[in-house]
T-cell receptor, first 110, second 117 residues
Protein backbone atom coordinates (compact mmCIF):
# COMPACT_ATOMS: atom_id res chain seq x y z
CA UNK A 1 0.00 0.00 0.00
CA UNK A 2 0.86 3.67 -0.05
CA UNK A 3 3.39 5.09 2.42
CA UNK A 4 3.88 8.84 2.87
CA UNK A 5 6.94 10.28 4.61
CA UNK A 6 6.96 13.93 5.69
CA UNK A 7 9.89 16.13 6.76
CA UNK A 8 10.72 17.98 8.87
CA UNK A 9 8.57 17.11 11.88
CA UNK A 10 9.08 20.61 13.32
CA UNK A 11 10.05 23.86 11.62
CA UNK A 12 10.64 27.31 13.06
CA UNK A 13 10.99 30.37 10.84
CA UNK A 14 11.15 34.09 11.37
CA UNK A 15 8.13 36.08 10.27
CA UNK A 16 8.54 37.06 6.62
CA UNK A 17 10.82 34.15 5.77
CA UNK A 18 9.81 31.18 3.61
CA UNK A 19 8.94 27.69 4.84
CA UNK A 20 9.29 24.46 2.88
CA UNK A 21 7.82 21.09 3.84
CA UNK A 22 8.65 17.96 1.85
CA UNK A 23 6.85 14.67 1.36
CA UNK A 24 7.68 11.46 -0.45
CA UNK A 25 5.28 8.71 -1.46
CA UNK A 26 5.76 5.12 -2.48
CA UNK A 27 2.86 4.22 -4.80
CA UNK A 28 3.52 5.32 -8.37
CA UNK A 29 -0.24 5.08 -9.03
CA UNK A 30 -0.95 7.97 -6.64
CA UNK A 31 -2.26 10.98 -8.52
CA UNK A 32 -3.86 13.32 -5.98
CA UNK A 33 -1.82 15.21 -3.37
CA UNK A 34 -3.61 17.54 -0.92
CA UNK A 35 -2.13 19.58 1.91
CA UNK A 36 -4.07 20.19 5.12
CA UNK A 37 -3.53 22.76 7.87
CA UNK A 38 -4.61 21.89 11.41
CA UNK A 39 -4.59 24.54 14.10
CA UNK A 40 -4.53 23.50 17.73
CA UNK A 41 -7.84 21.91 18.70
CA UNK A 42 -9.38 22.46 15.29
CA UNK A 43 -10.27 20.32 12.29
CA UNK A 44 -7.85 19.77 9.36
CA UNK A 45 -8.59 22.15 6.51
CA UNK A 46 -7.48 21.83 2.91
CA UNK A 47 -5.15 24.65 1.89
CA UNK A 48 -4.03 23.47 -1.55
CA UNK A 49 -3.98 20.33 -3.65
CA UNK A 50 -2.33 19.15 -6.85
CA UNK A 51 -3.09 16.44 -9.33
CA UNK A 52 -0.52 14.44 -11.24
CA UNK A 53 -1.13 16.15 -14.54
CA UNK A 54 0.54 19.36 -13.32
CA UNK A 55 3.93 20.04 -11.79
CA UNK A 56 3.19 23.18 -9.80
CA UNK A 57 0.25 25.07 -8.40
CA UNK A 58 0.19 28.41 -6.64
CA UNK A 59 -2.39 30.20 -4.52
CA UNK A 60 -1.23 33.56 -3.18
CA UNK A 61 1.56 32.83 -0.64
CA UNK A 62 1.21 29.06 -0.93
CA UNK A 63 2.60 26.83 -3.67
CA UNK A 64 2.95 23.09 -4.17
CA UNK A 65 5.37 21.34 -6.50
CA UNK A 66 5.20 17.73 -7.64
CA UNK A 67 7.95 15.53 -9.07
CA UNK A 68 6.32 12.28 -10.18
CA UNK A 69 9.58 10.74 -11.32
CA UNK A 70 11.14 11.12 -7.90
CA UNK A 71 7.79 10.59 -6.13
CA UNK A 72 8.00 13.67 -3.98
CA UNK A 73 6.01 16.85 -3.51
CA UNK A 74 6.61 19.98 -1.48
CA UNK A 75 4.67 22.81 0.14
CA UNK A 76 6.14 26.29 -0.04
CA UNK A 77 4.86 29.16 2.09
CA UNK A 78 6.34 32.59 1.36
CA UNK A 79 6.25 35.72 3.52
CA UNK A 80 5.21 33.69 6.55
CA UNK A 81 2.95 35.26 9.15
CA UNK A 82 2.23 34.28 12.78
CA UNK A 83 -1.18 32.94 11.73
CA UNK A 84 0.59 30.38 9.55
CA UNK A 85 1.67 28.62 12.75
CA UNK A 86 -0.05 25.20 12.75
CA UNK A 87 0.51 21.54 11.93
CA UNK A 88 0.60 20.81 8.21
CA UNK A 89 -0.18 17.38 6.75
CA UNK A 90 0.53 16.11 3.27
CA UNK A 91 -1.42 13.20 1.81
CA UNK A 92 -1.51 11.04 -1.30
CA UNK A 93 -4.11 8.87 -2.98
CA UNK A 94 -4.55 6.91 -6.17
CA UNK A 95 -5.46 3.25 -5.97
CA UNK A 96 -5.94 3.65 -2.22
CA UNK A 97 -7.80 6.18 -0.09
CA UNK A 98 -5.85 9.17 1.23
CA UNK A 99 -2.75 8.28 3.25
CA UNK A 100 -1.45 11.09 5.43
CA UNK A 101 2.05 11.99 6.49
CA UNK A 102 2.83 12.40 10.19
CA UNK A 103 2.68 16.17 10.05
CA UNK A 104 4.99 19.17 10.39
CA UNK A 105 4.59 21.61 13.26
CA UNK A 106 5.37 25.06 11.84
CA UNK A 107 6.11 27.91 14.22
CA UNK A 108 6.40 31.43 12.82
CA UNK A 109 8.30 33.67 15.21
CA UNK A 110 7.32 37.32 15.20
CA UNK B 1 -21.22 27.48 4.90
CA UNK B 2 -22.13 23.81 5.36
CA UNK B 3 -19.93 21.82 7.72
CA UNK B 4 -19.55 18.26 8.89
CA UNK B 5 -21.08 17.85 12.35
CA UNK B 6 -19.85 15.43 15.01
CA UNK B 7 -20.94 14.61 18.53
CA UNK B 8 -19.96 14.41 21.24
CA UNK B 9 -16.91 16.68 21.07
CA UNK B 10 -15.33 15.01 24.10
CA UNK B 11 -15.86 11.61 25.67
CA UNK B 12 -14.26 10.11 28.75
CA UNK B 13 -14.90 6.46 29.45
CA UNK B 14 -13.45 3.59 31.38
CA UNK B 15 -11.87 0.63 29.66
CA UNK B 16 -14.25 -2.19 28.77
CA UNK B 17 -17.13 0.26 28.36
CA UNK B 18 -18.92 0.91 25.07
CA UNK B 19 -18.76 4.27 23.30
CA UNK B 20 -20.44 5.65 20.19
CA UNK B 21 -19.71 8.63 18.00
CA UNK B 22 -22.05 10.31 15.55
CA UNK B 23 -21.32 12.14 12.30
CA UNK B 24 -23.55 14.14 9.98
CA UNK B 25 -21.81 14.87 6.67
CA UNK B 26 -22.34 17.86 4.42
CA UNK B 27 -25.69 17.52 2.67
CA UNK B 28 -25.38 15.72 -0.63
CA UNK B 29 -21.95 14.22 0.06
CA UNK B 30 -22.07 10.56 -0.90
CA UNK B 31 -18.72 9.59 0.59
CA UNK B 32 -18.10 9.51 4.34
CA UNK B 33 -14.88 8.66 6.14
CA UNK B 34 -13.98 7.87 9.73
CA UNK B 35 -10.37 8.55 10.75
CA UNK B 36 -8.44 8.05 13.97
CA UNK B 37 -5.78 10.65 14.81
CA UNK B 38 -3.35 9.84 17.57
CA UNK B 39 -1.70 12.88 19.13
CA UNK B 40 1.27 14.00 17.05
CA UNK B 41 0.36 11.91 14.00
CA UNK B 42 -1.67 12.23 10.84
CA UNK B 43 -5.21 10.89 10.46
CA UNK B 44 -5.49 7.16 9.69
CA UNK B 45 -8.50 5.86 7.81
CA UNK B 46 -10.71 3.44 9.71
CA UNK B 47 -13.63 3.08 7.30
CA UNK B 48 -14.99 4.65 4.12
CA UNK B 49 -18.64 4.62 3.02
CA UNK B 50 -20.07 5.28 -0.41
CA UNK B 51 -23.72 6.02 0.34
CA UNK B 52 -24.71 3.21 2.71
CA UNK B 53 -22.07 0.73 1.52
CA UNK B 54 -18.64 0.13 3.01
CA UNK B 55 -15.91 0.79 0.42
CA UNK B 56 -12.89 0.19 2.63
CA UNK B 57 -12.70 -1.08 6.20
CA UNK B 58 -9.37 -2.84 5.95
CA UNK B 59 -7.90 -0.85 8.85
CA UNK B 60 -10.94 -1.13 11.14
CA UNK B 61 -10.31 -3.41 14.16
CA UNK B 62 -13.47 -5.37 13.61
CA UNK B 63 -13.27 -7.31 16.85
CA UNK B 64 -14.19 -4.15 18.74
CA UNK B 65 -15.07 -1.42 16.23
CA UNK B 66 -18.18 -1.19 14.10
CA UNK B 67 -19.55 1.49 11.81
CA UNK B 68 -22.81 1.98 10.03
CA UNK B 69 -24.49 4.42 7.68
CA UNK B 70 -27.88 2.85 7.37
CA UNK B 71 -29.64 5.46 5.23
CA UNK B 72 -26.57 6.74 3.47
CA UNK B 73 -26.62 10.02 5.36
CA UNK B 74 -25.39 10.19 8.95
CA UNK B 75 -23.11 7.59 10.45
CA UNK B 76 -22.23 6.03 13.81
CA UNK B 77 -18.89 4.58 14.90
CA UNK B 78 -18.94 2.29 17.92
CA UNK B 79 -16.20 0.81 20.09
CA UNK B 80 -17.01 -2.08 22.40
CA UNK B 81 -15.15 -2.71 24.61
CA UNK B 82 -12.94 0.38 24.72
CA UNK B 83 -9.24 -0.13 25.50
CA UNK B 84 -6.62 2.29 26.82
CA UNK B 85 -4.97 2.41 23.38
CA UNK B 86 -8.17 3.73 21.81
CA UNK B 87 -7.58 7.17 23.30
CA UNK B 88 -7.37 9.46 20.27
CA UNK B 89 -9.25 12.01 18.18
CA UNK B 90 -11.89 10.44 15.95
CA UNK B 91 -12.46 12.53 12.85
CA UNK B 92 -15.28 12.24 10.35
CA UNK B 93 -14.94 13.63 6.84
CA UNK B 94 -17.13 13.75 3.77
CA UNK B 95 -16.65 14.42 0.09
CA UNK B 96 -18.79 14.67 -2.99
CA UNK B 97 -16.58 12.19 -4.87
CA UNK B 98 -17.13 8.50 -5.10
CA UNK B 99 -15.12 5.34 -4.62
CA UNK B 100 -11.57 4.89 -3.43
CA UNK B 101 -10.20 7.05 -6.23
CA UNK B 102 -11.69 10.24 -4.97
CA UNK B 103 -10.06 13.39 -6.26
CA UNK B 104 -12.46 15.64 -4.41
CA UNK B 105 -11.72 17.62 -1.30
CA UNK B 106 -12.50 15.95 1.98
CA UNK B 107 -14.17 18.22 4.52
CA UNK B 108 -13.45 17.30 8.13
CA UNK B 109 -15.67 17.58 11.17
CA UNK B 110 -14.41 18.98 14.51
CA UNK B 111 -13.70 15.49 15.83
CA UNK B 112 -14.49 13.62 19.02
CA UNK B 113 -11.65 13.43 21.51
CA UNK B 114 -11.86 10.09 23.33
CA UNK B 115 -10.07 9.43 26.59
CA UNK B 116 -10.12 5.88 27.95
CA UNK B 117 -9.21 5.57 31.63
Amino acid sequence: GENVEQHPSTLSVQEGDSAVIKCTYSDSASNYFPWYKQELGKRPQLIIDIRSNVGEKKDQRIAVTLNKTAKHFSLHITETQPEDSAVYFCAASGNTPLVFGKGTRLSVIA
Amino acid sequence: EAEVAQSPRYKITEKSQAVAFWCDPISGHATLYWYRQILGQGPELLVQFQDESVVDDSQLPKDRFSAERLKGVDSTLKIQPAELGDSAMYLCASSSGGGSRSYNEQFFGPGTRLTVL
